[in-house]
């Protein structure tokens, strides 16, 4: 079993939906990164948190950290939302990434 | 101001030869990391530095791959002799405060493939 899950693994759905994108993790953490990851292009940085909430845009990510759980939403999703959303832990003083849910958004 | 910067973009070598890549991380960040990501799977690291130190290479195959940061600026990835199974993405990344704390931003990578 992997340390880090991620669901679900693809995910299609429509311009304008709320989309929500799962990662759980089963290690001890002191902070969690969501990633975005476009085809053929580079990674970039969405949040990083360690408790709580937090949001930016038409993006929110929240952690439940006694669940280990954490949750990306995107609201009023958009064609150029399409890309691999990757979730990871640093625990132990270590990074360790899950293997990202494909996200495409059909106009 | 210029992100993190690598090259090459794309390489193609035989099996059994060395490649080496290059990254540059944005100024003044302090941490350096380079990752490995094959098809269909997040990013796997393979060594971090902190400055000119390497404070985490757990992961590095140290019997064909090495690191090198000297001055605790750019830093060079080196394969020696590649296998066919080292056809991946190679990505590195830096940050201002450290693993615990620092946003990672990352270079586009160098798509290696080794044929």
């Known amino acids: 079993k992997n340390e880090v899950e991620q669901s679900p693994q693809n995910l299609t759905a429509q311009e304008g939906e709320f989309i929500t994108i799962n990662c759980s993790y089963s290690?001890?953490?002191?902070?969690l990164h969501w990633l975005q990851q476009h085809p053929g292009g580079g990674i970039v940085s969405l949040f990083m948190?360690?408790?709580g909430k937090k949001k930016h845009g038409r993006l929110i990510a929240t952690i439940n950290i006694q669940e280990k759980h954490s949750s990306l939403h995107i609201t009023a999703s958009h064609p150029r939302d399409s890309a691999v959303y990757i979730c990871?832990?640093?625990?132990?003083?270590?990074?360790?990434f899950g293997t990202g849910t494909r996200l495409t958004i059909i106009p | 101001e210029a992100g993190v910067v690598q090259s090459p973009r794309y390489k193609i070598i035989e099996k059994k030869q060395p490649v080496a890549f290059w990254c540059n991380p944005i100024?003044?960040?302090?941490?350096l990391y380079w990752y490995r990501q094959n098809l269909g799977q997040g990013p796997e690291l393979l060594i971090r530095?902190?400055?000119?130190?390497?404070?985490?290479d757990s992961q590095l195959p140290k019997d064909r791959f090495s690191a090198e940061r000297l001055k605790g600026v750019d830093s060079t990835l080196k394969i020696q002799p590649a296998e066919l199974g080292d056809s991946a993405v190679y990505l590195c990344?830096?940050?201002?405060?450290?693993?615990?704390?620092?946003?990672?931003?990352f270079g586009a990578g160098t798509r290696l493939s080794v044929l």
């Open positions: 990344a830096s940050s201002s405060a450290g693993l615990e704390h620092g946003i990672q931003y």
């Open positions: 290690v001890g953490i002191s902070a």
């Open positions: 948190l360690s408790s």
């Open positions: 990871a832990v640093i625990g132990n003083e270590k990074l360790t």
């Open positions: 530095y902190e400055n000119e130190e390497a404070v985490d």
């Open positions: 100024s003044g960040h302090n941490t």
